[in-house]
């Protein structure tokens, strides 16, 4: 009882205070969930408003990102309207740079006219009087006294005031004297022109007798003018006197005088040396035995094979020495395809004039240095004019315009071209044939010095070596022996040599007790104590011990027959090449002997004229 009496102490007032608590506490939960609801109430408001915010500020992306497209549209245009602008004013200024090099360049083009005009405007005059002059019709004019010798004596002095440093107007004046037979005058103005250009007034002198019929004195001066030449810069003019000469123009005295002065100028020029032929190379050579090495015959890689295997080191040399003894052979080959009619050609009658009229028409319109220097800068100019100002166009167009035959040439260059390469030098036959004759010496002597040198790399024995058999065998074909003796030596060496190694071929008993004893201590002692796949493995390596002895004992046969075989093939091989070797040494060493003996028909077609 006394548990249960504070419940039963408890007044009324408690009981009704307890009962009002909960319902106090839903009020305040009440007015707190209200709050609650005006504060939500508040915030989507305030939410809604940021909403709105939100889509204006879309909207003004929106149109800022269209704003940002135009203004990127605006840009790549104005990017290629700057792109055209500078192509414009690159185009500009390039095209400014060209016209500015033709302003210049026609400024400069009318100063050198200018210049030209007043500096070599007489010759032009000069010229067509020396060109009137020579001419025949001139000489009849004068002797029948058509024309007044006074006044070619009066039109030469003329030019000679007007000109007194160019060569040709005291040459004029001196074929004027000859006309008036004023000797003491014409030797002066000979002379005055010849200190003025020596080499150029004595052609023209040379020419004009030539053409006047004095052969005597056209010879004398043609004299004169080779010795006043430089062999190692003869320019194209000398093509033309050259064709001149050989077909007897200027008569048989002229053409004496050439051939002398050629043949010293072959002496001096060849420069053939005793130490030339030395090595089988021939460096260090002149042009002329260069061109000649290389007419040589060149042996083939599939000729001569089995020589070339049997031979080993001594095949170079051979070879060396018998494409070195073709040389006559392919010289003589070649000059009679380009001389067929012989060194002395068919019987040649004179020429109507047109070599001589045609070098004195280059010798009188020939420029002075000062004259061809001006000329250049004025073409020049007028290319850049032509081409508008582009220089680089300019340039391409004057390399394309250079002539091939404008710079001088050497004598040998020139002996060389007129005699192997005709194509390259424009020369008539005539002469081609003087030039042959000028080279004619070197060229014999180089073809002796070849087989000279042929000669010493020709051995009397060479040593051939197949499958380790060697024999020495004579290079004289009357000398050579029969190949079947040597053939049969060979296989019986090589059949001696097979019948030793196959008695060699025994029983190698030490190999037998190795492997017995090695097979009986692993089948005995380590098989029966392992286990799994070591007892495998050791049972493979018994079973093949054993069996390697076996093959040891009762395999000698085999290998004495695998022996014997090899020997035989061996054999075959080594006769069959043997006997091939022989006989190409043999068609060797006769077309080496042959190829020398090629000099003597070199040195009779000259005597002959031409070969049979």
Known sequence: MSRYAPHAAMTSGDVMEEGLEPGSALHRLSERIEGVEEGQERHEGELDGFR?????????????????????????????????TRQTLDAFIEQYGRDREVSKAQAELSRLTTDWHANFAQRKQTRALARGLVHTLTAQAVYRNVVNTATVRACSEERLLLEPT??????????????????????????????????????????????????????????????????????????????????????EKALGYTQQALAGWNRGGSGLSTGTYTS?????????????????????????????????????????????????????????????????????????????????ERLIDQLEPDEADMRERMRRLERVIEHGGDLEAAGRARESS?????????????????????????????????????????????AQRFVAGSQDHLPRHITLSVAGWSCTVATDPRLMVEPRPLVDELAAHLAQQTQVQSDAVVRRWPRVVA?????????????????????????????????????????????????????????HEAVAKLAKALRQCEGFFEDWREALEQLTFLSQWRGNGKRD
């Not at 003004?60 to 549209?73: G, P």
């Not at 796949?533 to 093959?551: D, K, V």
Request: aromatic share 8%; charged share 25%.
């Open 52 to 84: 709105e915010g939100l889509h204006g500020v879309r909207a003004d992306v929106v149109r800022f990102s269209s704003e940002v497209a135009n203004v990127r549209e605006e840009i790549v245009g104005l990017q290629s309207a700057v792109t055209d």
């Open 280 to 360: 089988l190379d021939m460096r260090g050579g002149t042009h002329l035995e260069a061109r000649l090495l290389n007419l040589r015959s060149r042996i083939a890689e599939n000729r001569y094979a089995a020589l070339r295997e049997t031979c080993g080191e001594q095949w170079e040399a051979l070879r060396g020495g018998w494409e070195l003894a073709t040389v006559p052979k392919r010289i003589l080959a070649h000059i009679t395809h380009m001389f067929p009619d012989g060194i002395d050609g068919v019987e040649a009658t004179v020429s109507n004039g047109g070599h001589v009229e045609s070098a004195l």
């Open 402 to 446: 250079l002539a091939p035959d404008a710079a001088p040439v050497a004598f040998m260059t020139l002996l060389d071209q007129a005699v192997f390469e005709p194509d390259e030098v424009r020369l008539g036959q005539p002469a081609r044939l003087m030039a042959l004759h000028a080279i004619w010496p070197g060229l014999e002597d180089a």
């Open 515 to 571: 492997a017995l004893v090695m097979g009986a201590f692993t089948g005995a002692l380590v098989v029966p104590f392992v286990d799994g796949a070591s007892r495998w493995i050791f049972a493979l390596l018994t079973i093949g011990l054993f069996t390697w002895m076996a093959w040891e004992i009762w395999s000698v046969p085999l290998r004495k027959r695998h022996v014997i075989d090899q020997g035989n093939r061996l054999r």
């Open 166 to 251: 160019y060569w040709l107007a005291p040459a004029a004046m001196a074929v004027a004297a000859k006309f008036r037979n004023e000797d003491e005058q014409g030797e002066r103005a000979r002379a005055h022109a010849c200190t003025l250009d020596a080499a150029k007034a004595n052609l023209f002198f040379a020419l004009t007798c030539s053409r006047l019929g004095d052969e005597t004195e056209a010879a004398a001066w043609m004299d004169l003018y080779l010795q006043s030449l430089d062999p190692d810069e003869l320019g194209q003019d000398f093509l033309v006197v050259l064709d001149a000469i050989a077909s007897r123009e200027l008569g």
